[in-house]
């Protein structure tokens, strides 16, 4: 029987709970982990991503996914942006952080769901701007075990401001971009650059792939605006033991949208749901 536990509260390292959720048959054993990533303005109950989550516990996964600390929900509204502090205070050192914590919970003698998992296969799944934070983190960490990359980013430098929009956003300490689903105007504090430059060197994307010695699986969609192709083919070429997958015609959220009502994914969710399946099983 799939069994779903949602909104578990772990502690962070930032000040803020991570919320998690868990996807597993009960009543299988050594079922390998799954922890997923969700991207920029992402969070872990956005449109089907339980729909993913349900399909690979039932292909024998236990399946994870969280809120990263600063995404701007919180644990009483973990959907959408209610603490735009918080998301304004975001960075890629507290997503790795973040990581790191989920990784160490799973990972740990007491876990929970030990006598369910096997803690010595876990695989990373990271979508669009959390594609990059997943593959820093398993060219760091030993436990990892396979990487997956769905419409992940090659290079978080080139998105940051540039010219005289960065000049603004230096001087005035904060720039907002606007969510085109909510219509909130979304804080950066500038902090989020000169955390990036403190950390250039371990935050390069690109000196991370040519680290990684474990299988990897880049998922990228032809008719993705957000991401684009070329940064899907930087990615594999920097790593020749990768493999790429490319979805004919799919968007960067793979035909889904926030909310998903439907019982199904949309086709290309599901087509890469199953790649992503069949390559973790190997």
Not at 87 to 103: A, H, P, Q, R
Not at 112 to 141: C, F, M, P, W
Not at 163 to 179: C, D, L, S, V
């Amino acid at each position: 029987m799939i069994i779903e536990k949602k909104d578990i509260i772990i502690e962070g390292k930032h000040q803020k709970p991570i919320l998690m959720d868990v996807f597993y048959d009960d009543q299988k054993k050594e079922q390998p982990i799954i922890i997923f990533c969700h991207g920029y303005k992402g969070f872990k109950d956005w449109g089907a991503w339980d729909l993913v989550a349900n399909t690979f516990a039932e292909a024998g996964f236990f399946f994870v996914k969280f809120n990263f600390s600063h995404n701007g929900g919180t644990i009483q509204q973990p959907i959408d942006f209610p603490d735009l502090e918080a998301f304004g205070n975001n960075n890629y050192i507290k997503e790795l952080d973040d990581l790191t914590s989920v990784l160490d919970y799973i990972i740990a003698p007491n876990f929970e769901y030990k006598q369910l998992v096997n803690q010595d296969n876990v695989t990373l799944i990271g979508h669009s701007r959390a594609g990059g934070i997943t593959t820093i983190k398993t060219s760091e960490d030993a436990r990892i075990t396979k990487l997956i990359t769905w419409a992940g980013v090659s290079d978080y430098e080139q998105r940051f401001p540039k010219g005289t929009a960065f000049q603004t956003w230096k001087n005035e300490g904060i720039y907002y971009i606007e969510n085109g689903r909510t219509k909130q105007q979304m804080p950066h504090y500038f902090q989020f650059y000169t955390s990036f430059i403190e950390n250039k060197e371990r935050l390069t994307i690109s000196d991370a792939m040519k680290k990684i010695e474990v299988p990897h699986l880049i998922v990228h969609g032809t008719a993705d605006t957000t991401v684009s192709l070329k940064e899907a083919e930087n990615l594999h070429s920097w790593s020749p033991k990768s493999e790429l997958f490319l979805v004919k015609g799919a968007d960067h959220v793979f035909g889904a949208k926030h909310p998903w009502k439907q019982k199904e994914m949309p086709k290309d969710l599901a087509t890469i749901t199953e790649k992503s399946i069949a390559f973790a099983i190997l």
